[in-house]
């Protein structure tokens, strides 16, 4: 990676972790914030995350075609700003009207961000590189909304709305910030601008569902956020308390763990996984997840040792991290290596939709199955999906090339000057490169 390239990557990075320090501020405080403190009830607060989803739900489709015709820069400019008012706008509503409508400009405008920041990553990154950069946007993340939540927690007061405007407003400008820092960032004239779509190029959605690759990691990546993500806030934390028996401190510990074997062993596992093929690195994770799940419904059964028992289902959370740990330099490369070169921003869009699907659904049935005391059935489910997993991950191994399956094993063939070689735009790139 040249210098330019390392640089660029640095200020996105910095941008990212930013964002999720102010993130990590506010989301564990949402419900709290809208049901108790503006006394706004436990239904509006359930449609406050409902619009955020809904309304992520609604952009991505377009994200990604904007990205590809006007440059992964503007858009995040874009997402960054509409978040920055969502969240201001979350700090100083106090009707339901007002915070619904906060919800949904905040979640449009997350959700814009995502797929930008991919499409920068992978702009500012090399086929050998790009894992590492993945891994340390994902360390990154998870570190930043730690200890974002961490000092939130020290900082917020039921007793005193203020308290909570403060974090929301912080929130807003981190956001700023990082609009601020991707405004500043210099890209390579890489071949994916050189490569920009026109009116008249063929692809779309239309492209992207003809790609058997593609759509058998969309599956297999619903599947894979279903039975984790879908999960944290819902069926497992509702399993934990009632069925394990946990107090909700011990569950705040369990996910302490979970983001602490992410921080603390993602570039290990990055130096043990990034030369082997990455369909069996996300078959394991179906195999690990497997062994979290068992030990959750454990946990549930040791009703005579209650220590063994809450060990045992931080356990399961601590097994999930490790799998998180290693998917993050796998599979959002992967995505990038499918992808058409005009059509990356598509294509990163398109996962982040699926992303966001099925953290919509996840939470949604875990609800519902814990809701009706649905213990055994609900675990059995996840076991099954995580199964599915790495029969998903082997198949759609079969069908990937050996340099998009393993890209560090392939000798690359003479060809012409990297693209990090050639001159450096800002933003936009102009429109002369478009075609030659």
């Known amino acids: 990676m040249t210098t330019e390239m390392g640089a660029a990557l640095r200020r996105i990075q910095l941008g990212n972790a930013l964002s999720a320090f102010g993130n990590g501020f506010t989301v564990p405080f949402l419900f709290i914030y809208v049901a108790q403190v503006r006394d706004l009830g436990a239904t509006t607060a359930g449609v406050v995350l409902a619009a955020y989803a809904v309304a992520a739900l609604c952009v991505l489709p377009f994200t990604g075609r904007a990205i590809d015709q006007r440059g992964p820069l503007p858009v995040a400019m874009t997402g960054a700003v509409l978040a920055a008012i969502g969240a201001m706008g979350f700090g100083l509503a106090s009707t339901a009207v007002t915070v ?43 570190l930043g909304l730690g200890i974002g939540g961490l000092i939130g927690g020290l900082m917020v007061d039921t007793s005193r709305p203020g308290s909570f405007t403060l974090l929301f407003s912080i929130e807003a400008v981190m956001f700023l910030v990082l609009g601020a820092v991707v405004c500043t960032v210099r890209l390579p004239r890489t071949s994916r601008i050189e490569c920009a779509p026109t009116d008249k190029a063929p692809g779309g959605w239309r492209m992207l569902v003809r790609d058997r690759a593609m759509v058998q990691l969309c599956v297999l990546g619903g599947v894979m956020f279903f039975a984790c993500y879908g999960q944290f806030e819902s069926g497992l934390a509702a399993f934990a308390t009632e069925v394990t028996r946990i107090r909700p401190a011990t569950l705040g510990i369990a996910l ?12 290990l596992i990055l130096k043990k996984i990034e030369r082997r093929r990455r369909s069996r690195v996300i078959a394991a994770v179906g195999l690990i997840w497997t062994v979290a799940w068992v030990a959750a419904g454990v946990s549930g059964l040791l009703h005579g040792s209650h220590a063994v028992a809450t060990v045992t289902l931080i356990s399961t959370y601590a097994l999930f991290g490790l799998g998180e740990a290693m998917l993050s330099p796998t599979v959002a490369p992967l995505v990038a290596d499918l992808a058409p070169a005009r059509m990356i921003g598509q294509y990163n869009s398109a996962f982040a939709l699926v992303k966001q699907l099925a953290l919509a659904v996840g939470p949604a049935v875990g609800g519902l199955m814990a809701g009706a005391g649905m213990w055994g059935a609900y675990i059995g489910m996840l076991i099954a999906f995580s199964l599915g997993i790495t029969w998903l991950a082997l198949r759609m191994g079969r069908g990937l090339t050996p340099a998009q399956d393993n890209p560090h094993a392939v000798v690359p063939a003479p060809r012409e000057p990297l693209a990090a070689d050639r001159p450096l735009v800002t933003g936009r790139p102009v429109e002369a490169s478009v075609g030659g």
């Open 100 to 142: 619904v409508a906060a919800s949904a400009v905040m979640g449009a405008g997350v959700a814009i961000i995502a797929p930008s920041l991919a499409t920068l990553i992978v702009w500012c990154s090399t086929t050998k590189t790009r894992s590492r950069a993945f891994a340390t946007q994902f360390f990154l993340n998870n």
């Open 256 to 267: 302490a763990a979970n983001t602490a074997v992410i921080v603390a062993a993602q570039f």
